[in-house]
């Protein structure tokens, strides 16, 4: 059993700042890659950005700039931090991993969202 779980996020006026983590637990062999996704009201799910374990990292051009993802691998946890917010980056953040469980088999796994909310 494996479960992801995200906190940090919240209310926030425009300009300023959060920053999500989300810890990965359970029967875990290694994980490959994290990422941070979000769906906006009335859209899609998107990409937000993504970190390999080797560190190599991938934003969307939405984001560039201003968001930069890590991670620790000791702890088995990806961070998000968030500068400059607009309202436009109110949406449900979802944490994502690439993983491989004690008993080998490889999947994706989602946390449950968090809600981050831009606005004045």
């Known amino acids: 059993q494996v479960q992801l779980v995200e906190s940090g996020g919240g209310l926030v006026q425009p300009g300023g700042s959060l920053r999500l983590s989300c810890a990965a637990s359970?029967?875990?062999?290694?994980?490959?890659?994290m990422g941070w996704y979000r769906r906006a009201p009335g859209k899609q799910r998107e990409l937000v950005a993504t970190?390999?374990?080797?560190?190599?990292?991938n934003y969307a051009d939405s984001v560039k700039g201003r968001f930069t993802i890590s991670r620790d691998n000791a702890k088995n946890t990806v961070y998000l931090q968030m500068n400059s917010l607009k309202p436009e980056d109110t949406a449900v953040y979802y944490c994502?991993?690439?993983?491989?469980?004690?008993?080998?088999?490889?999947?994706?796994?989602w946390g449950q969202g968090t809600q981050v909310t831009v606005s004045s």
């Open positions: 994502n991993a690439d993983l491989r469980t004690m008993t080998l088999s490889r999947m994706g796994y």
């Open positions: 359970g029967s875990i062999f290694s994980i490959y890659a």
């Open positions: 970190i390999t374990n080797g560190g190599s990292t």
